[in-house]
C-alpha cells in the first residue's frame, strides 16, 4: 500500500537553531516528491519538487533532500516566520499524489 | 491572475442539507483537484478532473458526494444530503503540471451541526 509519513509529528524550536523534517515513503514507483508549508487557514504553498535520488533544492533557509525511501528538509536558522506546518508528498506511477501527515513547526524568538 | 479562487470560505449547515462548494481553477490550466483535510487525516485526495472531464473519483463516498466541471472556468463539489462527519476543510487545486506542485486554493471551510 501506498504510504506516507512524517516526523516528527510536531516541533519546536529556537529561534537559529537549525533542524530536520523526515518524510518516510513506500510507493508503487515514484515519480516526484514536493514539499509544501501551509499556514493556518491557508491552503498548502509550493516549495520544491524532488525527482530522484540524490537531487537538493534550496530556498532561503530550506534545503530539501531525496534518498530512495525518505526525504529531507533542513531549516538553517530559522525565524519565526518559518512556523507552519510543512507537508510532503509524493506522486507515483499510476499519477496519484499522497500526501504525508504534516510537521507543525514552531519557531520560538 | 495565478490564484484558485474558492466560495464559499466558511459554510455552516444543519445535517441532511445540501452543500455546493465552487471552485475557479487557474485561466488556462485544465485540471482539477479536490482534496479534504482533516486533523484526524490530513490532505485526502476525493477526485480530479482533466479537461473536465472526471479521471479518478475514487475517493469520494459515491452516494452523498458529486464533482463536476460544468466549464473551464468552474468546478463544483457538492454534498447532497450533509452529515457531521464531512465537516472539514475542501480545497480545490491546479495546475495540471504535477510533476511542478500545484495551486492552492484557500479552502472551504464546512461545518455541518
Known amino acids: 500500500e501506498d504510504q506516507v509519513t512524517q516526523s516528527p509529528e510536531a516541533l519546536r524550536l529556537q529561534e537559529g537553531e537549525s533542524s530536520s523534517l523526515n518524510c518516510s515513503y513506500t510507493v508503487s514507483g515514484l515519480r516526484g516528491l514536493f514539499w509544501y508549508r501551509q499556514d493556518p487557514g491557508k491552503g498548502p504553498e509550493f516549495l520544491f519538487t524532488?525527482?530522484?535520488a540524490g537531487e537538493e533544492k534550496e530556498k532561503e533557509r530550506l534545503k530539501a533532500t531525496l534518498t530512495k525511501k525518505e526525504s529531507f528538509l533542513h531549516i538553517t536558522a530559522p525565524k519565526p516566520e518559518d512556523s507552519a506546518t510543512y507537508l510532503c508528498?509524493?506522486?507515483?506511477?499510476?499519477?496519484?499524489?499522497?500526501f504525508g501527515p504534516g510537521t507543525s513547526l514552531s519557531v520560538i524568538p | 491572475d495565478a490564484r484558485v479562487t474558492q466560495t464559499p470560505r466558511h459554510k455552516v449547515t444543519e445535517m441532511g442539507q445540501e452543500v455546493t462548494m465552487r471552485c475557479q481553477p487557474i485561466?488556462?490550466?485544465?485540471?482539477v483537484f479536490w482534496y479534504r483535510q482533516t486533523m484526524m487525516q490530513g490532505l485526502e485526495l476525493l477526485a480530479y478532473f482533466r479537461n473536465r472531464a472526471p479521471l479518478d473519483d475514487s475517493g469520494m463516498p459515491k452516494d452523498r458526494f458529486s464533482a463536476e466541471m460544468p466549464d473551464a472556468t468552474l468546478a463544483t463539489l457538492k454534498i447532497q444530503p450533509s452529515e457531521p462527519r464531512d465537516s472539514a476543510v475542501y480545497f480545490c487545486?491546479?495546475?495540471?503540471?504535477?510533476?511542478?506542485?500545484?495551486?492552492f486554493g484557500s479552502g472551504t471551510r464546512l461545518t455541518v451541526v
Open positions: 485561466l488556462g490550466h485544465n485540471t
Open positions: 508528498a509524493v506522486q507515483t506511477s499510476y499519477d496519484k499524489v499522497i
Open positions: 487545486a491546479t495546475p495540471p503540471g504535477t510533476l511542478y506542485g500545484y495551486t
Open positions: 524532488l525527482y530522484s
